[in-house]
Nanobody, 113 residues
Framework: QVPLAESGGGLVQPGGSLRLSCAAS????????VDWYRQVLGKERELVAT???????NYADSVKGRFTISRDNTKNTVDLQMNSLKPEDTAVYYC???????WGQGTQVTVSS
């Protein structure tokens, strides 16, 4: 099983919502720090949100108040609820385990009318 597997991306209209999920295998999210990043082709990968082993969260200013990172310890997933989506949120979204610098393969989010 892949260590991190993102799902939930797709096409959504501006103002809409998506929920991304990162399924972890081989490690326990509740005792790890996990990030969501996003990247537009040709641009720097951007840290969007973080949840640490204590459940504390941090967000990029660009998504604060619109996105929520959370974890489901029973399912061993880290989720990203994205509301009030804007075209500038369009990117490939990646989950990331801090320890060992492990990346998922990414899921495409496109916000367009």
């Amino acid at each position: 099983q892949v260590p991190l597997a993102e799902s939930g991306g797709g096409l959504v209209q501006p103002g809409g919502s998506l929920r991304l999920s990162c399924a972890a295998s081989g490690f326990v999210v509740a005792i790890n720090t996990v990030d969501w990043y996003r990247q537009v082709l040709g641009k720097e990968r951007e840290l969007v949100a973080t949840i640490d082993s204590g459940g504390r969260t941090n967000y990029a200013d660009s998504v604060k108040g619109r996105f929520t990172i959370s974890r489901d310890n029973t399912k061993n997933t880290v989720d990203l609820q994205m509301n009030s989506l804007k075209p500038e949120d369009t990117a490939v979204y990646y989950c990331h385990r801090r320890l060992r610098n492990v990346w998922g393969q990414g899921t495409q989010v496109t916000v367009s009318s």
